[in-house]
């Protein structure tokens, strides 16, 4: 596996571990006693929010890859996992000034233990740098950050528009565009 591929370690000021453009993030919490049906609601809420439903693509904070909240040990803990784009740095600024966001990760932290709430921002991030844990190892099975996977997208997209257009079947048998149709054809 190549330096670019592997999981390595990020600098000081980027917890967690990298894979090319990518660095996981995974949080771990202690739910307060008692609020694990709070807590189920507040991630139902979440999970009902343009962005966040399943099968919406438009997040506020659009370097994020995935995102997953894990409620276990009875619903006494919950991480946060995700992985994303760029520095951690630049990610934070990202969930710190998402604004509806924000509020609604506000109501699920509510539920967790050391969480002073909104809006000291800097007691947010050190709580969030708290409970932050860096992988043991971390992979991903594609390359390209989020916006280049979104551009590849919307080429195949278009692609595809004109492989079912009637009118370019004589555009289509140009040599150049051998490679392209030979990926198409799989």
Known sequence: MSEDQSA????ASR?????GPTSEFSLFFHVKPGEGESIRAALRDL????GYRPGDY?????SIHEARFVLFDDDTRLAFVTSFDGSW?????DFLTSGPTLALFDAI???????DGLPDLAALQ???LGAQQTAAAYARNYGGTVKEIRKAQRVNDAFQQVLDDPDAADALQHPALKPLLDEAAD
Do not use: N, R
């Open 8 to 11: 390595v370690a990020t600098e």
């Open 15 to 19: 917890p967690g571990l990298s894979a």
């Open 47 to 50: 999970q009902e929010t343009p």
């Open 58 to 62: 438009g997040m506020a904070i659009a």
């Open 89 to 93: 740095d630049a990610y934070m600024d």
């Open 109 to 115: 932290f509510s539920h967790t233990e050391g969480y």
């Open 126 to 128: 050190a709580f969030v």
